[in-house]
C-alpha cells in the first residue's frame, strides 16, 4: 500500500509536466484490402481466388515545446482471412528521438530509414527488413531496432546506425499466394553469425547535394536483410538463410529542368564472389498537359546484377553464391499521370523486361482520395512470359489485383 | 512498387509570397528596375512594398487553405509553414512547408532554396516511405495543391524576379493606391503580366490580377487583414478568384511567430526525415 501511494505521489509528481507540456498527435489509418488471384493455384495448400484482408496502423506522436523531444509509436496489424502468415504485427516505428542545438540528433528505438534515389529497384536501400508478406514490391518495411546519430552540417549530413535485433524476412505461408513450390519456413532461420538475432550491426551514410547533384555515399556490415533459400526436401520447405555481409553502396542524381537522372551502385562481400549491381535511368516529366493541371512523368531504368545466384542451396553454412535475384539484366519503363485536382488522383504503370529471357513483370497503381480522410486504391500485378530458368517461374499463374479502402483519422 | 505520387509537386519559395520579404541589404538591381521614369517608378513603388517587411529572421506559421469549386464544395488543406529570410536580394529565401491535412498525406514536406532568376532547389519528403526526393521546379505555373495558386504566386514579393511599369494612382475604398504592373523576368511563367495595387499609408499589396499568357485576365488576388509584427507586416487573409473557371481559394494564416531562432541547419535536405 505505502509503496502503491509512494508510485501515485511520483505520477502525481510528474503528471504536470508529462500532460501539459508538448503537444500531442493521434491518428492512424484502418485499411480493407480484397486481393483476387484470376488463375488457379498452382501447389497444394494455396487458397484459390480471393484473399480479403484489414490492417490497423495507430499512429500516435508526441514532440515537447521546445521540439527538442519527439516520442513516435507506430504499431501495425493485419488480419488476413487466406493466409496465417500474412496476419502479423509489427513495431513500424516505435522511437525516441532527441534534436539539440547545433543540428544533431540521436534517435533511440524501432526506426524505418530510406536510402536511394531509383524507382524500379531500391539496390542502396539496406537498413529495414522487407515486410515481404505485405506485397511483392519490397516498399513495406519492418521497424529495425537502432540507434542513431545524425549530424547536419551546410557540407552535408551524417547518419551513424548501431543496430541490433535483427528482423527476418516474412514470407507467405502454406496458405499463401504468391509463393515459390515449397512455401518458407519462417520459423526455421538459420542466421550464420554469433548471436544470431542478437548480433550487432552498423551502417553510416553521408548525403548532401552541390547545385544540381545530390548524391549519398554508403556503408553497411552487418546480417543481410536479404535471404538465400536452403530446401529442406525432408520437410517439404525452404528455409531462409542469412549471411554475414558488408556492402558499400552510392546512389545520385542530377535535377536539371524537367530531368531527373538517377544512379544506384552496390558493392557487395559476403554472399560468394564480390560483386558489383547498378540501377540507373530517368524520369522526365511533362508538365500540364493538353492545357490541363495534369503531369505526366516518363520513365526508363536498367538494372544490372553481377551476383552468382544460388537456386538450390545444399549447405547451411557459409555463403558460396548469392540469394536468387529478379533484377539482374532487365529494363524497367513506367509512366506516372498525376491529375493535381483535389482529390489527388494518380495513375502509374511499368513493365520490367528481363532481357535475357523476355519474362515481363507489369503493375499499373491508381489512386484516388475521397472526400478529406478516405482513398481508393486499385493495384494489379502481371507475370508474363516466365520461362523455367526464370527466378519468377514459380509465381506464374500468381497475377492479382487489389482493391484497397483506407480510412484516414 | 514504386510510389512516386508527388502530391505537392514543386512549390516555390512557398507561401512565402506575402511572408517573404526582401533583403536587409537594399541595393536595388538595374536589371530589375529598368531605364524608363514608368519602369523606375513602378520599381521604387514596389521596393518600397517589399522592404517595409524585411528584417524578420525568421517565421513560422500555421496556414489554412480552403478550396471552393464551382458548385460551392469545399475542401480543406491544413500546413505549417517556416521561412529563413535571405541574406540580401540577390538570392530567395529557404521556406519549409509541412502538411497536417488531408490526413493521407500529413507529413508531406516541401523544402525549398528560392532563387531570384535560376530555378529553385527543392526537396520533397514523403513519410511513409521516409524518402527524400530532389524534384524538379520547372513547374512554375502548375496549380499547389489543386488550388487557384500556382506555384510562382507564392514569390511575388521577390523584387528581382520582374520588371516593372508604374500606371499610376486610384481610389480604392477611401484608400489611395500605387497601381503596377509587372512582367516576370524568370523562365516558365504562366504570366504575360500581373497589376498589383499597393496602398499609401502602410505600402502594402493589396490586389493583383494575374494575365495569362493569352493576355486574358486569369485571376485576381486580394489581400487583407494586414497585422503589425512590430513593423513587419503580414496580411491574414489572401484569397484567389479564378476568373475563368469560376474556383476560388482562401488562404488564412494565423498568428506569425518571428525570430525563433532558426538556422541554415534548420533547411539542409537532411532535416526532412525529423521533422516529426
Known amino acids: 500500500m505505502r509503496v502503491f501511494l509512494g508510485l501515485c505521489g511520483l505520477a502525481a509528481a510528474f503528471a504536470p509536466t508529462l500532460s501539459v507540456a508538448g503537444e500531442w498527435d493521434v491518428g492512424g489509418e484502418v485499411a480493407g484490402e480484397l486481393r483476387y488471384f484470376p488463375n488457379d493455384p498452382l501447389y497444394p495448400g494455396q487458397f484459390?481466388?480471393?484473399?480479403?484482408?484489414?490492417?490497423?496502423?495507430?499512429?500516435?506522436?508526441?514532440?515537447?515545446?521546445?521540439?527538442?523531444?519527439?516520442?513516435?509509436?507506430?504499431?501495425?496489424?493485419?488480419?488476413?482471412?487466406?493466409?496465417?502468415?500474412?496476419?502479423?504485427?509489427?513495431?513500424?516505428?516505435?522511437?525516441?528521438?532527441?534534436?539539440?542545438?547545433?543540428?544533431?540528433?540521436?534517435?533511440?528505438?524501432?526506426?524505418?530509414?530510406?536510402?536511394?534515389?531509383?524507382?524500379?529497384?531500391?539496390?542502396?536501400?539496406?537498413?529495414?527488413?522487407?515486410?515481404?508478406?505485405?506485397?511483392?514490391?519490397?516498399?513495406?518495411?519492418?521497424?529495425?531496432?537502432?540507434?542513431?546519430?545524425?549530424?547536419?552540417?551546410?557540407?552535408?549530413?551524417?547518419?551513424?546506425?548501431?543496430?541490433?535485433?535483427?528482423?527476418?524476412?516474412t514470407f507467405p505461408g502454406v496458405d499463401?499466394?504468391?509463393?515459390?513450390?515449397?512455401?518458407?519456413?519462417?520459423?526455421?532461420?538459420?542466421?550464420?553469425?554469433?548471436?544470431?538475432?542478437?548480433?550487432?550491426?552498423?551502417?553510416?551514410?553521408?548525403?548532401?547535394?552541390?547545385?544540381?547533384?545530390?548524391?549519398?555515399?554508403?556503408?553497411?556490415?552487418?546480417?543481410?536483410?536479404?535471404?538465400?533459400?536452403?530446401?529442406?526436401?525432408?520437410?517439404?520447405?525452404?528455409?531462409?538463410?542469412?549471411?554475414?555481409?558488408?556492402?558499400?553502396?552510392?546512389?545520385?542524381?542530377?535535377?536539371?529542368?524537367?530531368?531527373?537522372?538517377?544512379?544506384?551502385?552496390?558493392?557487395?562481400?559476403?554472399?560468394?564472389?564480390?560483386?558489383?549491381?547498378?540501377?540507373?535511368?530517368?524520369?522526365?516529366?511533362?508538365?500540364?498537359?493538353?492545357?490541363?493541371?495534369?503531369?505526366?512523368?516518363?520513365?526508363?531504368?536498367?538494372?544490372?546484377?553481377?551476383?552468382?545466384?544460388?537456386?538450390?542451396?545444399?549447405?547451411?553454412?557459409?555463403?558460396?553464391?548469392?540469394?536468387?535475384?529478379?533484377?539482374?539484366?532487365?529494363?524497367?519503363?513506367?509512366?506516372?499521370?498525376?491529375?493535381?485536382?483535389?482529390?489527388?488522383?494518380?495513375?502509374?504503370?511499368?513493365?520490367?523486361?528481363?532481357?535475357?529471357?523476355?519474362?515481363?513483370?507489369?503493375?499499373?497503381?491508381?489512386?484516388?482520395?475521397?472526400?478529406?480522410?478516405?482513398?481508393?486504391?486499385l493495384e494489379a500485378r502481371l507475370f508474363l512470359n516466365a520461362d523455367p530458368d526464370n527466378a519468377a517461374y514459380p509465381i506464374r499463374d500468381d497475377d492479382f489485383i487489389t482493391l484497397r479502402v483506407t480510412r484516414f483519422f | 512498387m514504386l510510389n512516386m505520387r508527388l502530391p505537392f509537386r514543386s512549390a516555390a519559395s512557398a507561401l512565402g509570397i506575402f511572408v517573404l520579404a526582401s533583403a536587409p541589404a537594399f541595393a536595388d538591381d538595374p536589371a530589375a528596375r529598368g531605364d524608363t521614369p514608368e519602369a523606375q517608378k513602378g520599381y521604387d513603388v514596389s521596393a518600397r512594398s517589399d522592404r517595409t517587411d524585411t528584417g524578420f529572421g525568421d517565421s513560422r506559421v500555421d496556414a489554412r487553405m480552403v478550396l471552393t469549386n464551382r458548385a460551392g464544395q469545399q475542401t480543406v488543406r491544413e500546413f505549417s509553414f517556416q521561412t529563413l529570410e535571405k541574406e540580401d536580394e540577390s538570392v530567395g529565401d529557404k521556406s519549409l512547408v509541412v502538411f497536417d491535412s488531408p490526413r493521407d498525406v500529413e507529413g508531406t514536406a516541401l523544402l525549398s532554396h528560392a532563387k531570384i532568376l535560376d530555378p529553385d532547389d527543392q526537396w520533397l519528403y514523403l513519410p511513409a516511405l521516409k524518402r527524400v526526393k530532389r524534384i524538379s521546379s520547372k513547374n512554375k505555373s502548375g496549380a499547389f495543391v489543386g488550388s487557384e495558386f500556382a506555384f510562382e504566386d507564392f514569390t511575388i514579393s521577390e523584387l528581382n524576379k520582374f520588371t516593372y511599369s508604374y500606371v499610376g494612382e486610384e481610389d480604392v475604398d477611401g484608400m489611395v493606391m500605387d497601381v503596377v504592373e509587372r512582367f516576370p523576368r524568370y523562365e516558365n511563367s504562366g504570366y504575360t503580366k500581373q497589376k498589383s495595387w499597393v496602398d499609401q499609408e502602410i505600402f502594402q499589396v493589396r490586389k493583383v490580377e494575374f494575365y495569362d499568357r493569352k493576355g486574358a485576365l486569369l485571376k485576381t488576388l486580394v489581400l487583407s487583414d494586414y497585422r503589425d509584427y512590430d513593423g513587419v507586416w503580414r496580411a491574414h487573409s489572401l484569397k484567389m478568384v479564378n476568373a475563368q473557371n469560376g474556383k476560388e481559394t482562401e488562404l488564412v494564416y494565423s498568428e506569425f511567430s518571428f525570430r525563433n531562432g532558426l538556422d541554415g541547419n534548420d533547411f539542409e535536405q537532411g532535416v526532412l526525415t525529423r521533422l516529426r
Not at chain 1, 117 to 145: F, Y
Open chain 1, 48 to 169: 484459390e481466388h480471393f484473399q480479403p484482408s484489414i490492417s490497423f496502423q495507430p499512429d500516435i506522436r508526441w514532440e515537447s515545446d521546445d521540439r527538442k523531444h519527439q516520442v513516435v509509436l507506430i504499431p501495425y496489424a493485419r488480419i488476413d482471412a487466406q493466409d496465417d502468415e500474412r496476419t502479423h504485427i509489427d513495431l513500424r516505428e516505435g522511437y525516441y528521438r532527441y534534436n539539440a542545438d547545433g543540428g544533431w540528433s540521436l534517435t533511440v528505438g524501432a526506426v524505418k530509414v530510406f536510402w536511394g534515389r531509383t524507382e524500379s529497384r531500391h539496390l542502396v536501400d539496406i537498413i529495414n527488413q522487407t515486410d515481404a508478406v505485405e506485397d511483392i514490391d519490397e516498399e513495406d518495411k519492418l521497424g529495425q531496432p537502432m540507434a542513431n546519430l545524425t549530424l547536419i552540417n551546410d557540407w552535408g549530413t551524417v547518419d551513424l546506425y548501431v543496430m541490433s535485433g535483427f528482423r527476418t524476412r
Open chain 1, 176 to 377: 499463401g499466394r504468391p509463393r515459390f513450390a515449397l512455401p518458407v519456413d519462417t520459423d526455421a532461420e538459420i542466421i550464420n553469425r554469433d548471436w544470431g538475432r542478437g548480433a550487432v550491426d552498423v551502417a553510416a551514410r553521408y548525403s548532401h547535394y552541390i547545385g544540381n547533384w545530390d548524391f549519398g555515399v554508403s556503408i553497411f556490415h552487418g546480417t543481410s536483410r536479404e535471404p538465400r533459400f536452403a530446401i529442406d526436401g525432408a520437410n517439404q520447405r525452404i528455409r531462409p538463410v542469412y549471411n554475414t555481409i558488408t556492402q558499400g553502396g552510392v546512389d545520385l542524381q542530377y535535377t536539371q529542368d524537367a530531368w531527373l537522372w538517377k544512379l544506384e551502385a552496390i558493392v557487395r562481400e559476403g554472399h560468394g564472389d564480390t560483386f558489383a549491381a547498378a540501377v540507373g535511368g530517368f524520369e522526365y516529366t511533362l508538365y500540364q498537359i493538353f492545357g490541363s493541371n495534369a503531369d505526366l512523368g516518363l520513365l526508363a531504368e536498367y538494372q544490372y546484377d553481377g551476383r552468382d545466384e544460388d537456386f538450390v542451396l545444399e549447405s547451411f553454412g557459409p555463403a558460396f553464391a548469392a540469394p536468387v535475384t529478379f533484377a539482374d539484366n532487365d529494363v524497367f519503363a513506367g509512366a506516372r499521370l498525376g491529375l493535381n485536382d483535389t482529390q489527388d488522383t494518380s495513375l502509374l504503370a511499368g513493365a520490367t523486361v528481363d532481357t535475357n529471357d523476355a519474362f515481363i513483370g507489369m503493375f499499373v497503381e491508381a489512386q484516388r482520395r475521397f472526400g478529406q480522410n478516405w482513398t481508393a486504391e
